[in-house]
């Protein structure tokens, strides 16, 4: 009786070790989504400066001019105190192991080609200019290369560059709809990707798993899109999480035993 009481009591412990595992993991994905809303509400206040976080981290992105992967991730409002919501451009980010990836779209009542050279980037307050330029079949930049009055289609010979021309290992994809600009056509839209490591080398600085960063457009808008973290921090919690409750329910067994 008194050896059946206690695998009992050992089997509730790791009955209650996984659950709290199952709500660690359920928690840990989530809160990355809820932490990423309540900045993007936070970030349409007042402060026309301040930038919307684009949200959780996850993998799948691919840099070819299609940006269908795209809605599953949150969106940043990107505008110069437009009231007008269709007048609002989008901004995205995302990290994926080494790569940082950017996306953003232009709202189709803009009537002008997406001014996309410039970008500035901030790491945990560090920041630097990142320029998209064309560039040659060997990735060195193409000085005469085309960047403007481009007609319809997606354009794949850019590269980024960090401050004075540093390659940061870019990879970019740019696509035009409607080479007039029309308001009844689809606005311009841009997604790159960059080294995680190069930026951090260029920068002088470690980017840590808690690193935030923040790319805008200051010919788009004031706003930026901002992440925080990498995909290893919730799934390192999880994984820890599951471990212990795998181990509450060796104990167990071992006691039956």
Known sequence: MKKRESYKKHLNRGV?????????????IMGGRIQAFADDAVATQTDAAKSNSSGPVTTGLAIDGYYGEWSQYPSADITYNSN?????????IAIDGDRLYVHFSMNDLYTSQMQFQFWNITVDGKQCVLNVLPVNSD???NWSGQ???????????????????????????????????TETGKGDEIEFS?????LADYLGINIDQGATITVSNPNIGAQGATITGTPTGPWAGAAMAMALATGGVFVCRRKKR
């Open 84 to 92: 007008n919501g269709y007048s609002v451009h989008k901004g995205q």
């Open 139 to 141: 990735g060195s930049i």
């Open 16 to 28: 209650m070790a996984v659950s709290f595992a199952v709500i660690f993991i359920v928690f840990s």
């Open 194 to 198: 960059i080294s995680m490591k190069k």
């Open 147 to 181: 960047m403007y009055n481009l007609g319809e289609g997606i354009y794949r010979n850019f590269g980024v560059f960090a401050g004075y021309y540093t390659d940061i290992d870019g990879d970019v994809a740019f696509t035009v709809y409607d080479a007039a600009h």
